[in-house]
């Protein structure tokens, strides 16, 4: 678990193009690391020190820049070569163990509302997407799970289950998605420090959410940001339990560019007013 195959062989591909697929590079060099991602719960992989994301390498001028999208905004990130006078790349390859169950769970949802798109989705108008954070506080690690569930069907604006509804369901069927769905972190004062837990400009970075009082509990909040303006605004992490999801949900739309709406339970409107 967290293995670093740091001074492995040298790995030689001849392309026939200038732009290589990120994906077909990455079974590439699983292939070639003998690596079976059956046996993984996750496989993470940085080329030139950046985090190998789906996209596409271009080469051009000597040069190997990371083409990826994030959201909607277009990235480019210039891979870092060993070699002055040809393209070699330092390949990371860290290995996560399958996921087991952490022992000491407290869980934390957040939840937004999506509006689909219609080419991808006739069925649904909108989808409720909860994220489930589970925290072990003795070993010191989260575990991120994801639940995307139809809101509303798309003739008529039916309204398929509650935001409550969507969060119990999510509770027990939720899933990690990602390579940065597990990890550590750390409490400093007031605040909660997940390490590698966002992904900004290619590399994964450590996040800061502040713990906060309402109801007799502790919650998180993390104060987001766009990574091209000053929008920012507060996505609360209720604390949960299948037997305590709170009923009334409100939703603040337009707050974030990333989703139509931004939700908060009605008794913790506080949380997501708050400035910190």
């Known amino acids: 678990d967290g293995n670093h195959l740091e001074h492995g062989p040298a790995v030689h591909f001849v392309c026939s193009s200038t732009v290589i697929s990120t994906n077909e590079l990455r079974q590439g060099l699983l292939s070639k690391a003998g690596l079976d991602e059956s046996k993984y719960h996750n496989i993470h ?36 070569s060993t070699k002055p006078d040809r393209l070699a790349f330092t390949v990371t390859v860290t290995t996560i163990a399958p ?76 899933k990690p998605a990602g390579a940065n769905d597990r990890g550590k972190f750390t409490v400093e004062e007031r605040k909660a420090v997940f390490h590698e837990f966002d992904m900004q400009n290619g590399r994964m970075v ?10 007799g509990q502790e919650h998180l909040v993390w104060n987001k940001g766009t990574h091209y303006d000053d929008t920012r605004w507060n996505q609360v992490y209720y604390r949960v339990d299948p037997d305590n999801v709170p009923t009334l949900w409100i939703t603040h739309n337009e707050v974030s560019p990333y989703c139509s709406g931004v939700c908060v339970p009605a008794e913790a409107q506080d949380l997501f007013d708050r400035r910190w």
């Open 206 to 215: 450590d996040i800061a959410m502040h713990i906060a009082d309402c109801n």
């Open 45 to 80: 992989m940085k080329l030139g020190g950046v985090e190998l994301v789906t996209g596409d390498i271009l080469v051009e001028d000597g040069e190997a820049t990371l083409s990826y999208f994030r959201g909607c905004v277009a990235h480019h990130d210039v891979l870092t």
């Open 99 to 174: 996921v087991t169950e952490l022992e000491d769970v407290t869980m934390f949802a957040a939840l937004t509302v999506h509006e689909n798109d219609r080419r991808n989705d006739r069925e649904h108008s909108s989808s409720w997407r909860v994220e489930i954070l589970k925290l072990d506080t003795t070993a010191g690690e989260y575990i991120r799970t994801y639940w995307d569930k139809g809101k509303q069907l798309r003739e008529g604006g039916t309204e398929l289950m509650t935001a409550a509804e969507a969060v119990s369901d999510a509770i027990v069927h939720s």
